[in-house]
């Protein structure tokens, strides 16, 4: 039987002394709590959420599914969904990623095995660093081709495209417009994310011709 693995609750693991486990061992167990992510064979607890940060990922993720499943495009999951982009990278569960149809093939019962073709991290304060760190730099090597990061707390949205030379570089807001280079047709008003209350989804339907 393997080791019970050492649960980290916030930042980096000490792996120095500590049980390590697989990813495929993480995969098929079944956690106390699900919203956790694999690390340097350490299993680590994500930041708790804030009742803004999951109205507005609730928010994106309802928009994106409704938007994708219509146009027949790919997938849309989230979190505790997890996504590995490389064999020695870590096993992330991003707040949402979109897998277009053309790379269904990579996507297993629990997990992406490779990149997403988008991924959509919420920021919260705890999570801010990892977001803009860790999984910025790990999302850039491991081949994720759109990133968003989306900070309510701050009223901040920031894209990222992957370029030929595997960099990620700022994606063009024009007139306060997001459109998606992977996500085809798929366009977001930014300012609809830091409404109060945010706006309904029927609305935001038809602005998007759903």
């Given at each position: ?8 609750r ?5 792996v120095?002394?500590a049980?390590?486990?697989t990813y495929?061992?993480?995969l098929e167990?079944e ?10 064979g ?9 009742d ?8 994106l993720y ?22 590995k ?16 149809k053309?790379n ?30 860790d999984?910025?730099?790990?999302y ?5 081709k ?9 009223k901040?949205a ?5 370029g030929?030379d ?7 807001v024009?007139d306060?417009?997001?459109r ?11 300012s ?13 339907h ?5």
């Open positions: 039987m393997t080791p019970q693995a050492q649960v980290i916030k930042g980096r693991p000490d120095g002394d049980v390590r486990i495929e061992d993480f167990r956690w106390d709590d699900p919203h956790v992510e694999w690390v340097d350490q299993v680590i607890m994500m930041a708790p959420i804030s803004e940060h999951d109205d507005v990922a609730g928010l309802s928009l994106l599914r409704a938007f994708v499943e219509k146009r027949g495009l790919g997938v849309v999951k989230h979190d505790p969904f997890q996504m982009t490389g064999p020695k990278l870590p096993g992330r569960a991003p707040d949402i990623l979109f897998l277009a053309k269904l093939a990579r996507k297993k019962k629990t997990h992406v095995e490779g990149p997403a073709d988008a991924v959509v991290e919420v920021i919260s304060p705890d999570s801010r660093g990892i977001d803009r760190g999984k910025f730099f790990e850039e090597a491991g081949g994720v759109e990133y968003w990061l989306i900070d309510p707390q701050r901040q920031e894209f990222y495209n992957l030929r595997g960099i990620y570089r700022p994606a063009p024009t306060g417009i997001f998606s280079g992977v996500i085809k047709r798929f366009w977001l008003r930014v609809w994310l830091w409404q109060r209350p945010l706006p309904h989804l029927v609305d935001l038809k602005e998007l011709g759903l």
